[in-house]
């Protein structure tokens, strides 16, 4: 079976979610980020998985659920630490992040099936901005992240291809909208408007349509 790994930061007031201050002051930000954290780890934890590793950057608090492994994540870029990531998987993994609340046990779902791995060697989840919320591999390489630049436009396009390089045969998940501006909090709480997320995000003012 697959292991699930999830990628994140603590949420800490001017640690994370920068990028939403303004209008929301760091301390919103923060509740938005470990809204955002909560339901995708409470996705993750219903999910029938070999392991689930949660690879934590920052000291952990009360949101992972029983089942869960905490990994202090390493230092270096996110590529190194995404690379670092796959290397505690002893078989297949699916890698996901925070940024996606919304993400549901389907959009994960041909990564996950019985056959997932006869069928394909990688997955990949699209971000509308160009990057990806998820990386599934048949058979982890640190190699196919590192050197990878990230949180740009073309960060997606440059996995793909070296995915494509490496002469994988590879599925692409959904697309989904990646929680990283203001405009990301309605949009993506309007998706999974019984979350976490979306709750919160109401509470701060958010209008959701």
């Known amino acids: 079976m697959t292991a ?3 990628i994140a930061k603590a949420p800490v007031p001017g640690r994370v979610k920068t990028r939403l201050t303004p209008p929301y002051t760091p301390t919103e930000a923060a509740l938005l980020a470990e809204a955002a954290l909560a339901d995708t780890l409470a996705t993750v934890a219903a999910l029938p998985v070999a392991r ?5 950057d920052g000291d952990p608090g009360p949101w992972p659920a029983p089942g869960f492994e905490v990994v202090p994540q390493c230092g270096g ?4 630490r995404l690379a670092a990531a796959f290397t505690y998987a002893d078989g297949p993994a699916l890698l996901i992040g925070m940024d996606t609340p919304q993400v549901t046990a389907e959009d994960m779902a041909p990564a996950l099936a019985e056959d997932a791995w006869e069928r394909r060697d990688a997955y990949f989840g699209p971000a509308e901005d160009g990057g990806f919320w998820a990386l599934g591999l048949a058979r982890p390489d640190p190699a196919l992240l590192l050197g990878v630049p990230m949180s740009t436009a073309a960060t997606g396009r440059e996995q793909r291809a070296r ?6 045969s590879t599925e692409d998940l959904r697309v989904l909208r990646d929680v990283d501006t203001a405009d990301d909090v309605a949009a993506v709480a309007a998706m999974a408007p019984h979350g976490r997320f979306a709750s919160r995000a109401v509470d701060l003012g958010a209008v959701i349509a």
Do not use: K, T
Request: aromatic share 6%; proline share 0%; no cysteine.
């Open 4 to 6: 699930l790994l999830v």
């Open 52 to 56: 689930r590793i949660l690879f934590l």
């Open 77 to 80: 870029g996110l590529d190194e």
């Open 163 to 168: 995915l494509r390089a490496a002469g994988l």
